[in-house]
């Protein structure tokens, strides 16, 4: 059967998945990312705490591995993250202790894409900025990024992007926006206004990232999402899906039922995304399980690994790769 990224490829989508160091060590995940994704993205290793862990030491070496290596030489590579608050390392928040986070942050930016220029030709620039829960009056979270330069922080961040590669296409990123509850329709509307905020300034955006992290029995309501979809695309910016896993952590233990809810829950999450023109495309987390990350931060009570992505642990498809397949054929 023709693999993801072929039958995206028909319907002038990209489809694509996170690759870790981790993974980068087994030879049949590597092929299997070869065959069927078009596209990668490094899951930790372009963070600013991997790149820079000391001050004006940059270490690209995990991030090249994966950008270099010989079978993914033919797909598309993104970039995550420039700026994001969970991935400040030590030197630079004593550096906005001091009152010069600005400083330091735009050089981040600039050093990071200005390496990459012309390879990574798409950056999650800001990621996760937008909590209005947190009660700033700007929407953002209350973070030191926050503190130190707010929204037009935010604004120069991408501004500093574009000099450092006019040719990148910039992304905000963000989760929570997918379900159907008081703190998303909260959390998407700071998102909205942020991103018109991006926009009145005349900032070079030109997309949002939907993270995706899914969990079965959360409440999806396709007309929420469709909505929220349209309002991204109303202010001119394309959409991917960054970062899609579909969490089973509250449903027991059997693998076929497992396997059958995971697929039936992205499934509904995927058709309303793809029905949506401004959408080019869908990364997940990850392309064979299990997720060490929601096996740490998302565990089943019982602590078994999840069924959370396309493939199985031996790298066989799973009913989730056949949802995903059939809502790439629907699209
Ligand atoms: O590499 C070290 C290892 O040497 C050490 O033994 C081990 C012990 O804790 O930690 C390892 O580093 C961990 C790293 O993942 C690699 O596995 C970090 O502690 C851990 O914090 C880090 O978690 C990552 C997390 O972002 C924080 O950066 C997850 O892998 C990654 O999946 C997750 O991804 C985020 C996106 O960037 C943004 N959206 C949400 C998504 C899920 O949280």
């Known amino acids: 059967e023709a693999s993801l990224a072929t039958r995206a490829r028909r319907k002038g989508l990209s489809f694509g998945t996170s690759v870790s160091t981790a993974e980068l060590r087994l030879p049949a995940l590597r092929a299997a990312v070869a ?169 070079p955006i030109h997309g949002f990232g939907v993270q995706g992290h899914l969990t079965v029995g959360n409440r999806f309501r396709e007309r929420v999402f469709a909505r929220f979809l349209a309002d991204l695309a109303a202010l001119d910016l394309k959409i991917r899906i960054t970062e899609m896993d579909v969490s089973d952590q509250r449903l027991p233990a059997d693998f076929a039922l497992r396997d059958g809810k995971v697929a039936d829950h992205a499934r509904q999450f995927l058709d309303v995304a793809f029905d949506q023109p401004a959408v080019v495309g869908l990364v997940t987390w990850g392309l064979a399980d299990p997720s060490p990350w929601l096996d740490a931060e998302r565990a089943r009570p019982d602590r078994l690994p999840q069924r959370a992505l396309p493939l199985d642990r031996d790298f066989a498809r799973k009913p989730l790769w056949t949802a995903i397949a059939r809502s790439l054929d629907g699209a």
């Not at 950056?123 to 929407?139: I, L």
Request: charged residues 30%; contains cysteine.
């Open 35 to 203: 065959r069927e994704a078009d596209l990668i993205v490094a899951q930790n290793e372009l963070k600013w705490w991997n790149t820079e862990a000391r001050r004006g030491q940059p270490t690209y070496g995990a991030a090249d591995a994966i950008m270099n290596a010989p079978e993914f030489e033919a797909l598309t590579r993104r970039g995550h993250t420039a700026v994001w608050y969970r991935s400040i390392p030590d030197w630079a928040k004593a550096e906005f202790s001091a009152g010069r986070g600005e400083a330091a942050t735009l050089k981040r930016v600039r050093d990071i894409v200005a390496h990459y220029r012309g390879r990574i030709v798409e950056w999650d620039v800001v990621n996760e900025a937008v909590w209005p829960a947190d009660g700033r009056p700007d929407g953002l979270r209350d973070t030191p990024l926050a503190a130190a330069g707010g929204l037009d922080l935010m604004a120069d961040c991408f501004r500093a992007a574009h000099e450092a590669d006019p040719d990148a296409r910039l992304y905000y990123n963000d989760y929570a926006v997918e379900y159907a509850s008081p703190g998303e329709d909260e959390h998407r509307a700071a998102i909205l206004t942020f991103l018109e905020a991006m926009k009145r300034r005349n900032v």
